[in-house]
C-alpha cells in the first residue's frame, strides 16, 4: 500500500550536501542512457493552469511524476508520486513544495562543484522566496561563501531573508535596494525571482566579475528573467535539461539571436560526466528549469529513508510555480 509523506514529515530529513549528490548521482544516469525525461506538459485553463512532469530511472529503478497547479492566484500546490519500476506498484505520494525548493537549490550546487573560484566568494541574489533561500544555501555548501546581497522589490521580504539566512549561514547577508546593487561586482548570482515578465530583472552589463550565474526563476516560454547579454558573455551555458532550450524564455531570446551557438552549451549531465568541460576562466551561465528526474532523485530517498513512517499534512503554505 503506497505511503504519503506530507511536507511535515520530510522537513529536515536531507541535508543540502546530500541532495547535491543525489542530483549527481541521477545525472550519472541520464548521461549513461538510463532514464527518460519528458518535457512540462502544461494545460491552461480560466483561472489556473495544471503542469506536469514525468521520469524514468532505469538504473535506480524507480518512476515518478510531479503535478502542480495553481488556481485562484493563490499560489502552486504540488504532489510527487513515486513508482516502482519492476512492477509499476505505486510506492508513495509525497508533497511535492519542498522537493521542488531543495532540488531547484541543489541543482545549482552541482554546478558550483564543477565551476572553480579563486578567492573570496561573494554571492548576489535576486529573490527573497523559497527557492532564493535554497540557491543561496547550496551555493555555501559548496564554496566559502564571505557575504551575500539580496534584491527582492519588497523591503520588508528582502530584509527578512537578509536577517534570516545570515543566521542559518553565519555569513553577513545585506539587503539592497536594486537587482543591480545585489549582483554588481559579485563572483555568483542567483537570480531566483517570481518575475511574469519579458522584461529581464538581470542585465549581463552587471556581471563583469561574475564567475557563475545561476538562473533559476523563469520556467516560461513568455518570459524573461536574464537579458541576452547574459548568455551572449558566457563561455559557456549549462542547462539542467535540454527542454530549457523550449521551455526558458530568456533562452528562446538567445538562441534567436545567435548569443547561444550550440557549440557553447552543455547540459548539466555532460558536465558531471566529464563529456563537456567547464572554462577556467569567464562567465558561466546556468539555466535551470526543472525536472522530474531531480524529483525522483529526492523523492525515492525520502521514500527509502521514511517509508514505513505515517504521513503528515501537506503544507499550507504555498510557493510560486516551478
Known amino acids: 500500500m503506497a505511503v504519503v509523506l506530507g511536507c511535515q514529515s520530510l522537513q529536515g530529513v536531507l541535508a543540502m550536501r546530500e541532495v547535491i549528490t543525489l542530483l549527481e548521482q541521477a545525472l550519472v544516469h541520464e548521461a549513461a542512457g538510463k532514464t527518460t525525461v ?21 538504473e535506480a529503478g524507480y518512476l515518478a511524476t510531479k ?9 502552486a500546490r504540488y504532489v510527487v508520486t513515486l513508482y516502482r519500476l519492476q512492477d509499476g506498484e505505486l510506492l508513495a505520494l509525497l508533497d511535492g513544495r519542498g522537493i521542488t525548493d531543495l532540488r531547484t537549490g541543489g541543482a545549482s550546487g552541482v554546478i558550483a562543484r564543477k565551476v572553480r573560484v579563486s578567492g573570496p566568494v561573494t554571492v548576489g541574489v535576486i529573490g527573497s522566496g523559497n527557492q532564493a533561500r535554497t ?41 539592497v535596494d ?10 555568483v ?49 549549462v542547462v539542467d535539461s535540454w527542454h530549457a532550450l523550449e ?19 552543455a547540459s548539466l549531465a555532460q ?13 558561466v551561465a546556468f539555466k535551470s528549469v526543472g525536472s522530474a528526474l531531480q524529483d525522483l532523485a529526492l523523492a525515492s530517498r ?21
Open 189 to 237: 548570482v542567483a537570480t531566483a525571482s517570481n518575475s511574469r515578465s519579458s522584461e529581464p530583472v538581470l542585465r549581463g552589463a552587471w556581471l563583469e566579475r561574475c564567475r557563475l550565474l545561476c538562473a533559476v526563476g523563469n520556467t516560461r516560454p513568455q518570459f524573461a528573467e536574464a537579458d541576452v547579454d547574459c548568455f551572449r558573455n558566457a563561455g559557456l551555458v
Open 271 to 283: 558536465i558531471v560526466s566529464g563529456a563537456a568541460t567547464v572554462p577556467r576562466e569567464g562567465l
Open 302 to 322: 525520502y521514500y527509502e529513508l521514511l517509508g514505513s513512517r505515517p504521513g503528515l499534512p501537506a503544507c499550507t503554505d504555498l510557493a510560486s510555480p516551478r
Open 247 to 265: 521551455e526558458a524564455g530568456e533562452l528562446r531570446q538567445a538562441v534567436r539571436s545567435g548569443a547561444l551557438p550550440e557549440a557553447k552549451r
Open 178 to 187: 536594486s537587482a543591480e546593487a545585489a549582483v554588481r561586482g559579485r563572483v
Open 38 to 58: 519528458s518535457p512540462k506538459f502544461v494545460t491552461d485553463f480560466e483561472g489556473g493552469s495544471m503542469r506536469m512532469l514525468v521520469a524514468a530511472d532505469r
Open 67 to 75: 503535478a502542480y497547479h495553481s488556481a485562484g492566484g493563490t499560489g
Open 135 to 175: 540557491q543561496l544555501e547550496s551555493l555555501a555548501a559548496v564554496y566559502d561563501v564571505q557575504s551575500a546581497a539580496v534584491f527582492s522589490p519588497t523591503a520588508a521580504n528582502r530584509e527578512a531573508y537578509a536577517r534570516e539566512m545570515s543566521q542559518k549561514l553565519g555569513i553577513p547577508v545585506t539587503a
